[in-house]
């Protein structure tokens, strides 16, 4: 390990207070165009400044080194699944659930093509855009918007009748964007399943964890047998799209064939369809919401607490280059600090798609939240809202108890004082085709999410 290093892995330095600051691991990669470290002096400007600090009460002895967890990394051998899920295995931990279905007869040919949006003109998103037409929910006539984010669409992002999460951090009842109470951590891992997911998976077996795997559709087909490990692992699967397209750029029909598609490659592998999705990127609006509600989907953000200062670790873009593993130990702290503020649990964003990712989890994060004082009760995002994973897909979901987002239920089902929220939550499709309700203030185009859709992923 490098010497540099040292004394954030070190066991001695668990209790340890003093900051650890560490070199910018971007400076080794020849291409960042970050400033060399050891260039920088105490007259460099905050923003260009390449030392992050943080500190971390507990870090795994096997970690990688912060040193090689950079963009240029070589790949790792992936790590073998511990236990592969067998075709009929029968979910008990979900009250009516099917036995799993065959993954060996899932075809590519039977899906769309990957990371690409879907066709719209095909029969069955033909039958989606009946159902969603069918479905009682008003879709709001908003124009898609252009890519490239808020600051490519400033006249839009701007609107606040929208409620595009993006730009203004506006919120509606239906989306859920923390836990009900404090030290509530709904843990979600964006973008599988991927080469690297087996490798989160043993360390969530290891110390007894379940998270929520928002999946694009793409490669759940690509790697079935790790969707249906993840499921039978009893962790929460929902829908991150098919194609990972910002759905606000998109048409309603192409909303409904990203949505559709990802629900349908997900029920196939597994036998059951979620009833939550998250929107890539964070990039939802009024349009996006209805039609995700729409599709039985209830749309989960991520927690938000200024424009600054979303629970954003970033830990996909060390992958790109963008940003370096200690900005996101940075990133990380800053999130600790401020949900130890909060009256409510949060949600935090992370990736398990690339190597540096999970590293970054499963070496430093995760050891880090484990060893919190008090301790985080870390959970699905489902179980985090106090009801069972059967809740979490349509076919065994409690109807009674948690109505279906279309007829009305979904979002936060309790309050932080675990009152009903259910009556509010079934005049949802009233605050769709009335925008006048918003639920954060708005705050105005900000530059924290701009760059956001200029980074392309696959
Ligand atoms: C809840 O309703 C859905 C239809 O929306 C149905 O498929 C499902 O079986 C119902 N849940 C239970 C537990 O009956």
């Known amino acids: 390990m490098d010497s540099a290093l040292a004394p954030v892995a070190d066991e001695a330095a668990v209790s340890a207070t003093v900051p650890v600051v560490l070199p910018d691991s971007s400076s080794l990669v020849a291409n960042s165009g970050a400033a060399p470290s050891l260039s920088v002096s105490g007259a460099a400007p905050l923003a260009q400044q390449t030392t992050y600090s943080f500190t971390l009460q507990s870090v795994n002895p096997t970690a990688i080194s912060l040193s090689v967890i950079v963009a240029s990394q070589s790949s790792f051998p992936t790590r073998p699944l511990d236990s592969t899920a067998t075709a009929g295995a029968h979910p008990s931990f979900i009250s009516g659930a099917p036995n799993l279905p065959d993954a060996s007869l899932l075809k590519p040919s039977d899906y769309p093509p990957m990371d690409v949006p879907p066709p719209t003109d095909s029969t069955i998103v033909q039958q989606w855009k009946h159902d969603v037409a069918n479905s009682g929910i008003t879709i709001p006539d908003l124009q898609p918007t252009l890519p490239g984010g808020c600051a490519a669409n400033p006249t839009i992002a701007n609107d606040v009748s929208r409620c595009w999460w993006t730009c203004t951090g506006c919120t509606r009842d239906a989306d859920i964007t923390d836990c009900p109470n404090p030290m509530q951590w709904g843990l979600t891992y964006d973008d599988g399943p991927g080469y690297y997911t087996s490798d989160l998976l043993h360390y969530l077996d290891e110390k007894n964890l379940k998270s929520t795997f928002f999946v694009v559709g793409s490669r759940a087909i690509q790697f079935p047998r790790i969707l249906q490990t993840q499921y039978m692992g009893q962790h929460q699967i929902a829908v991150h799209t098919w194609s990972h397209t910002p759905l606000t750029t998109q048409t309603n029909d192409q909303i409904i064939a990203e949505l559709g598609w990802a629900k349908k490659i997900i029920k196939d592998a597994l036998g059951v369809t979620p009833n939550m999705m998250r929107p890539p990127f964070g990039d939802i609006d009024d349009r996006v919401r209805a039609i995700s509600i729409a599709m039985g989907l209830v749309p989960v953000i991520w927690t938000r607490t200024s424009p600054v200062s ?115 939550e079934k005049q949802y499709a009233l605050v769709l085709t009335h925008p006048g309700t918003i639920t954060a203030a708005f705050v105005g185009l900000s530059g924290f999410a701009v760059g956001l859709f200029a980074i392309l992923r696959f």
Not at 326 to 334: A, G, M, R
Request: proline share 6%.
């Open 310 to 424: 979303t629970f954003d670790t970033d830990d996909f873009n060390i992958h790109n280059g963008v940003t370096p593993v200690s900005k996101v130990l940075q990133n990380w702290q800053n999130i600790l600090s401020s949900a130890s503020t909060l009256k409510t649990g949060f949600i935090v964003l992370e990736h398990d798609l690339f190597q540096e990712s999970v590293e970054v989890a499963t070496g430093y994060i995760l050891p880090d939240a484990l060893a919190h004082n008090p301790p985080f009760n870390i959970q699905p995002v489902v179980k985090c809202l106090g009801r069972s994973m059967s809740d979490a897909y349509v076919e065994t979901n409690n109807n009674k108890t948690n109505p279906p987002a279309a007829n009305g239920g979904g979002g936060n089902a309790q309050n932080t004082d675990g009152s009903d929220r259910s009556n509010a």
